[in-house]
């Protein structure tokens, strides 16, 4: 199947700090990614949507200001989390939509952030 | 509006089969998907249906009925390992994923 990869896996960060996510599908072209959070015993709650070269679409109750998205390429989208605070400490999760019929995801590994 | 439900939690013996059944209420339907996802981990894929029937692959099978709105993933001969939460997610007119909460499935031996 298609691979997706994210980092850091994990990242540990004081509150007011910034903090960046990366996420790459490695043997495809993903124009449309997906950023989710999910925390603990929970399922997965849709954050926005990231298309390449234009804004990315968030869903409602997600702050565009504070989750910043970027999706300049055809491989990579970049989720930036500003000004972090505790509770935004989660598992955060991104998923690159594969060009074919089923138009199935597939997901990264996740980035478990902390902040202190 | 738009829902999925399935069971929050399972228990099964190794060994034995269970089902995992998923209904759903979508604003347009373009395939349903299972995923499995370990705890502390990311999803993984193991099927999708968008025609009526069974679909089987290894130990897993899934089916669907879209005139019920209803699937079911079924996995035979459970290992210890299978123990994880699985989810059912459809995809609706504008082929985006809307996901149910997830049944947490544990194997006792």
């Known amino acids: 199947g298609a691979v997706v990869s994210q980092h850091p896996s994990w990242v540990i960060c004081k509150s007011g700090t910034s903090v960046k996510i990366e996420c790459r599908s490695l043997?495809?072209?993903?124009?449309?990614m997906f950023w989710y959070r999910q925390f603990p015993k929970q399922s997965l709650m849709l954050m926005a949507t990231?298309?390449?070269?234009?804004?990315?679409?968030?869903e409602q109750g997600v702050e565009k200001d504070k989750f910043l998205i970027n999706h300049a390429s055809l491989t990579l989208s970049t989720l930036t989390v500003t000004s972090a605070h505790p509770e935004d400490s989660s598992f955060y999760i991104c998923?690159?939509?594969?060009?074919?019929?089923?138009?199935?995801?597939?997901f990264g590994p996740g980035t478990r952030l902390t902040v202190l | 509006g738009q829902n999925i439900d399935q069971p929050t939690e399972m228990t099964a013996t190794e060994g034995a089969i269970v089902q995992i059944n998923c209904t759903y209420q979508?604003?347009?339907?373009?395939?349903l998907f299972w995923y499995q996802q370990h705890a502390g981990e990311a999803p993984t894929f193991l099927s999708y249906?968008?025609l009526d029937g069974l679909e089987e692959k290894g130990r897993f099978s899934s089916f669907l009925s879209r005139s019920k709105g209803y699937s079911y993933l079924l996995l035979k001969e459970l290992q210890m390992k299978d123990s994880a939460s699985y989810l059912c997610?459809?995809?609706?007119?504008?082929?985006?994923?809307?996901w149910g909460a997830g049944t947490k499935l544990i194997i006792k031996p």
């Open positions: 998923s690159a939509r594969v060009p074919s019929d089923y138009n199935e995801q597939f």
């Open positions: 043997d495809f072209q993903a124009t449309t």
């Open positions: 990231s298309n390449e070269g234009s804004k990315a679409t968030y």
């Open positions: 979508t604003s347009g339907f373009n395939g």
């Open positions: 249906n968008v």
């Open positions: 997610a459809v995809s609706d007119s504008n082929y985006q994923l809307i």
